[in-house]
């Protein structure tokens, strides 16, 4: 949301836009022609009324969004594959309860969003609950699901800072810096934010794309 109702997307393609709208890692988009991983799209959508939506509200937009533009026919089920599992640190959760009033401004709290630098790599949350920090996780940063075993229902304010490296955002930033200042992904969610990642195998929700159409040029 680039305003309170304003919606862009830009060189995205379907099964990322998919994956959003369903709050999942790319790899749980299973099927449909080839043409969704390899064409890329731009969105620029308005929402009703002055109140920005909220995350759910967001993702329900879109999706009928992408039902309309896409003729998208889609079904959920579960299916085991590899993923994340995050969970509370041995030294203890790091976290602080928000101070962010939600209804502060018209456009709400801060966004959750990736600064991306070649060398450092910020994450700013505020208002922020556990699930929103792990779907932004497994659905920009890492390449594999993540799963949200931590129990934690509050919402925090946070300021995660990484050195990006061949692991992260597909390998695009490369293998980072020489001297990095800042840990890698993993280190930095223990050290910062007494929280874990580890490998697992377990059911995951999964969408199956059963039909897509290319939208027609108006």
């Known amino acids: 949301m680039l305003s309170a109702n304003t919606f862009a997307a830009k060189n995205h393609t379907l099964k990322t836009l998919i994956a959003a709208a369903y709050n999942l890692n790319p790899r749980a988009i299973l099927g449909g022609p080839v043409w969704i991983d390899t064409e890329h799209y731009d969105i620029d959508a308005r929402t009703p009324g002055d109140l920005r939506p909220n995350l759910n509200e967001q993702m329900a937009m879109l999706r009928k969004l992408l039902a309309d533009r896409f003729q998208l026919g889609i079904h959920r089920e579960q299916k085991e594959m590899q993923a994340y599992a995050m969970s509370i640190a041995k030294t203890g959760e790091k976290l602080k309860e928000s101070t962010v009033s939600p209804d502060n401004t018209p456009e709400g709290p801060p966004p959750l969003i990736f600064v991306v630098g ?9 208002y922020t609950t556990i699930g929103e920090f792990a779907s932004v996780l497994q659905r920009a940063a890492l390449e594999y699901p993540v799963v949200d075993r931590t129990g934690l229902s509050g919402r925090y304010d946070f300021d995660l800072e990484f050195t990006p490296d061949e692991t992260v955002f597909g390998g ?15 280190a ?16 995951v929700d999964v969408v199956v794309v059963e039909r897509a159409q290319r939208p027609s040029a108006n």
Do not use: H
């Open 172 to 186: 695009v930033l490369g293998k980072g810096p020489d001297n990095p200042t800042k840990p890698a992904l993993f």
């Open 118 to 126: 070649p060398e450092l790599v910020r994450l700013p949350g505020r």
């Open 188 to 203: 930095a969610i223990q050290e910062q934010l007494g929280l874990r990642l580890e490998p697992t195998k377990t059911a």
